[in-house]
């Protein structure tokens, strides 16, 4: 099993602020992804991550590959609240692992 | 396309009951996954499957089961239920391995009593 450990596990914060939610493994990764799911709903991709040291930018979400290829972190800024949810990264070959998952609320 | 469909949405299963949860996929992929969300937790791995007649455990597949006769279909059996399987479950399917977008199902909500 190739481990997935987020940090933090929760994030409360206020509209505007900026934030980072860390993912980390022992293992190394081919590629990682990162998902955002609402209540009720499966996790929708938000972006695929596939070389080491990589930085891709999706509106106000930034996301980075470590160079080692055994971490992650998706930064948020000036947060909204409709970015309010569960974020997962995940990982795997022939299979996906996830992770323990980032339960982010922006309040207004 | 539907693209992944899963049935039923809800279920209350008796303890020691039986039941299979159905999956159906139109996008012709090859990966197949069951999942389970623990409330407020991240998702983990049941079974999944690489193609038709394959398949292989997850982090964990105890008290668990699944077939995959076809491409389109992956169902997954609950033998005996117990109140720990009280849980949402999600099927999953990818064009190829974890390096491709998985696309998720609605989810099944299963109560255990």
């Known amino acids: 099993t190739q481990l997935l450990e987020q940090s933090p596990q929760f994030l409360s914060i206020q509209e505007g602020e900026n934030l980072t939610v860390y993912c980390n493994s022992s293992?190394?990764?081919?590629?990682l992804q990162w998902y955002r799911q609402e209540p009720g709903e499966g996790p929708v991709l938000l972006v695929t991550?596939?070389?080491?040291?990589e930085v891709k930018k999706l509106k106000r979400l930034t996301f980075q590959f470590g160079d080692a290829r055994k971490d992650s972190s998706l930064h948020i800024t000036a947060a909204q609240p409709g970015d309010t949810g569960l974020y997962l990264c995940?990982?795997?070959?022939?299979?996906?692992?996830f992770g323990t998952g980032t339960r982010l609320t922006v309040i207004p | 396309n539907a693209g992944v469909t899963q049935t039923p949405k809800f279920r209350i299963l008796k303890i020691g009951q039986s039941m299979t949860l159905q999956c159906a996929q139109d996008?012709?992929?090859?990966?197949m996954y069951w999942y389970r969300q623990d409330p407020g937790m991240g998702l983990k791995l049941i079974y999944y499957?690489?193609?038709?007649?394959?398949?292989d455990k997850g982090e964990v597949p105890n008290g668990y089961n699944v077939s995959r006769s076809t491409t389109e279909d992956f169902p997954l059996r609950l033998e005996l239920a117990a109140p720990s399987q009280t849980s949402v479950y999600f099927c999953?399917?990818?064009?190829?391995?974890?390096?491709?977008?998985?696309?998720f199902g609605q989810g099944t909500r299963l109560t255990v009593v």
């Open positions: 999953a399917s990818s064009l190829s391995g974890g390096d491709t977008e998985a696309f």
């Open positions: 293992s190394v990764f081919s590629s």
């Open positions: 991550v596939v070389t080491g040291g």
């Open positions: 995940a990982g795997g070959r022939n299979n996906l692992f």
């Open positions: 996008m012709n992929h090859n990966y």
């Open positions: 499957s690489v193609g038709a007649g394959i398949t």
